[in-house]
């Protein structure tokens, strides 16, 4: 079992206000959320109005479907929202399904 977790960073050139980053941070939380079955939140940056960072977790199987899923993530981050993706790191934590419990 693979628990893996991306971040994003993006700049919204046009955000004057914090209601103007929220719209579209919710948008693309959202948009991540139903496309993708996966958890995404905000969770930095919170005070920067042109500036956020999404995390988005999920858990599969293996490592090839980890792989494969964090690229689709990090295409439609860079094609699904009026901002620019500035910065994406992701990290894959492996769970052995044998450990004793």
């Known amino acids: 079992m693979i628990v893996a977790v991306a971040l994003f960073e993006i700049h919204i050139p046009y955000a004057q206000s914090l209601k103007d980053k929220r719209m579209v941070v919710r948008s693309l939380r959202d948009r991540l959320r139903s496309r993708f079955d996966v958890a995404a939140n905000e969770v930095a940056l ?56």
Do not use: C, P, Y
């Open 46 to 101: 919170q005070d920067f109005h042109q500036r956020a960072r999404l995390a988005v977790s999920f858990i599969v199987d293996g490592g090839a479907s980890a792989d494969g899923m964090l690229e689709k993530l990090r295409s439609f981050v860079e094609s699904n929202t009026d901002a620019t993706v500035v910065g994406w790191m992701s990290e894959k934590l492996d769970f052995d399904e044998n450990a004793g419990l």
